[in-house]
């Protein structure tokens, strides 16, 4: 079965630094990836995916992330994050064998300080 | 498109009730899925559908039941309530088309169970 750790439980920034949180999977086989946002109160969006091609692929907003198969890993990156970023971030993967269903990782609480 | 509605935004039940949490799509998806988002944990699956009339377990399916007999809907139904169930409660959608396999989420309903 495929699984998604998310190390950073919460990270807090201040407005202009640089972000980075980390999201490695498990699965040996080919898989989809993504990473999604949870403004408070809201429901999730789809900030960037990665299904094949170039490893670096980039989303919404200037989030950027990179898929590094020989690590298992999706980190999710942008360069100056703004108050407006403060939300919850999932990553997910989604495996060729698994009917198009997503696992998610734990999250990562973003709090951003002005 | 107005997307994945789900209803209700809010309910409170008490052990051993029963209730249907309704979510409907008008995308033309195929595939529909159940989450439940609860804190540390991320979402994790309950039941999803490949198309009319299919469904499957997911991660968590015990206590939930789940249809499909249209295209459009894909009702939850909680069989006799229990406080483990108080969640927040995520419908998604999804295509095959282009094979892109992007969810779409609805806005979510919020349950406690006392």
């Known amino acids: 079965a495929q699984s998604v750790s998310q190390h950073n439980h919460h990270v807090i920034l201040s407005e202009a630094a640089s972000l980075e949180l980390g999201c490695n999977y498990s699965y040996g086989g080919t898989v989809n990836l993504f990473w999604y946002v949870q403004y408070p109160g809201q429901h999730l969006q789809l900030l960037l995916k990665y299904f094949s091609g170039d490893p670096l692929v980039k989303g919404i907003k200037g989030f950027e992330a990179e898929f590094i198969k020989s690590k298992f890993s999706f980190n999710l990156r942008k360069p100056s994050v703004q108050w407006s970023d403060t939300a919850e971030y999932f990553c997910?993967?989604?495996?060729?064998?698994?009917?198009?269903?997503?696992?998610f990782g734990s999250g990562t609480q973003l709090t951003v300080l002005p | 498109n107005a997307g994945v509605t789900q209803t209700p935004k809010f309910q409170v039940l008490k052990t051993g009730q029963s209730m249907t949490l309704q979510c409907a799509q008008d995308m033309n998806h195929e595939y529909m899925s159940w989450y439940r988002q609860d804190p540390g944990m991320g979402l994790r699956l309950i039941h999803y559908?490949?198309?009319?009339?299919?469904?499957d377990q997911g991660e968590v399916p015990n206590g939930y039941n789940v249809s499909r007999s249209t295209t459009e809907d894909f009702p939850l139904r909680l069989l006799s309530a229990a406080p483990s169930q108080t969640s927040v409660y995520f419908c998604?959608?999804?295509?095959?088309?282009?094979?892109?396999?992007?969810?779409?989420f609805g806005p979510g309903t919020r349950l406690t169970v006392t």
């Open positions: 998604a959608s999804s295509s095959d088309v282009r094979g892109l396999y992007e969810q779409y």
């Open positions: 997910a993967v989604m495996s060729s064998g698994s009917a198009r269903q997503l696992t």
């Open positions: 559908s490949v198309g009319a009339g299919i469904t």
